[in-house]
């Protein structure tokens, strides 16, 4: 087996986001996604109320390290009788995809039946329109595609398997957002640094080789669980096809900030924005307690995945 590589810089001053930022009262903000508009980094946080219950709140960069974070929450648990029972203990885990000129996010709604995947659109970062529940429970970490195939939407997601205690990432397809079918797996645990649970971490890139994003591994220990990440390309036309995936993880807990928190052991990213001299940022939950962003070149996480073709 060839020697693992590791392909992500963190950023000299990580973390940059703690509730030390947060210009209201919380417990942590971690787990955000991330996109540019209007010429601004934006990042829609996750932050979670001293009450154990989570929120989206919009912080907003010129340089994608240093960012403010507004003074209240951009989109709440909803209110609305379709959604509240779904939303009740929390909104969770956002994820970002420009698909013309409109955002869509994907998010987990949490609630008294358990956590499953819900979509909502933006063009402006101030309005928010929610679409559906896409999902039913037990099922998290969903990213859509930013373009149709075959005139269908695409979304990546995360069911739970078997016992719960484990989850592979699945393929499923819609003509409209809102009905979704043809599900398939694409990848699943197995012994080693994932054993436990798969998902999908950033929507996919696409590249002349194939859509490339990044997933977590999360390995069971005596210790706890450890969450770590790694690459996978999907075929440009038949993204159920996986040309290739890395074997080992490629970027993972080492750091104090990483290795301390409410969760310790835990990096989550949920946005990766990609620059135009061929590097991306990746923007990451820290022990489920603070925001770091790491960088690397989206060229070699592509060649990792391509010199470990299925
Ligand atoms: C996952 C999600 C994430 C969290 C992670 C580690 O199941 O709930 O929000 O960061 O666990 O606790």
Not at 24 to 38: Q, W
Not at 241 to 258: A, D, L
Request: charged content about 25%.
């Amino acid at each position: 087996m060839p020697k693992p590589v590791f392909p992500f810089t963190r950023y000299g001053h990580n973390p940059i986001l703690t509730r030390q930022h947060v210009p209201y009262s919380c417990n942590t903000v971690f787990n955000a996604a991330a996109c540019k508009f209007d010429g601004q980094y934006l990042l829609i946080l996750r932050i979670e109320d001293q009450g154990g219950k989570s929120h989206l709140t919009l912080a907003r960069s010129r340089d994608g390290y240093s960012f403010v974070i507004d003074d209240k929450p951009w989109i709440k648990p909803s209110s609305d009788p379709e959604y509240e029972p779904y939303e009740r203990y929390g909104i969770e885990d956002p994820r970002v995809t420009q698909i013309g000129d409109e955002y869509y996010l994907t998010y987990t709604a949490f609630g008294p039946y358990g956590p499953r995947v819900a979509i909502g659109k933006t063009r402006d970062f101030v309005s928010f329109e929610r679409i559906c529940l896409a999902t039913e429970v037990d099922n998290k970490d969903a990213v859509l595609f930013p373009e149709k195939i075959e005139s269908s939407y695409v979304m990546l997601d995360r069911p739970s398997g078997l016992g719960k205690s484990e989850g592979s990432i699945w393929i499923t397809y819609s003509p409209d957002l809102i009905h979704w079918g043809r599900a398939r797996a694409l990848l699943t645990p197995e012994p080693g640094w994932g054993n436990s649970r798969l998902g999908i971490c950033t929507p996919p890139v696409k590249t002349k080789d194939g859509w490339l994003a990044l997933y977590h591994g999360v390995r069971e220990t005596a210790g706890g669980k450890i969450y770590r990440i790694g690459a996978i390309l999907l075929d440009l036309q038949n993204p159920e096809k996986v040309i290739g995936y890395s074997p080992y993880f490629i970027f993972g807990p080492e750091e104090i900030y990483e290795r301390v928190g409410d969760v310790p052991n835990v990096i989550f990213p949920c946005g990766l924005i990609c620059e135009d001299d061929g590097s991306i940022k990746l923007y990451y939950g820290a022990a489920d307690t603070c925001i770091a962003v790491a960088e690397a070149e989206l060229e070699e996480l592509v060649k990792i995945c391509l010199d470990h073709r299925c």
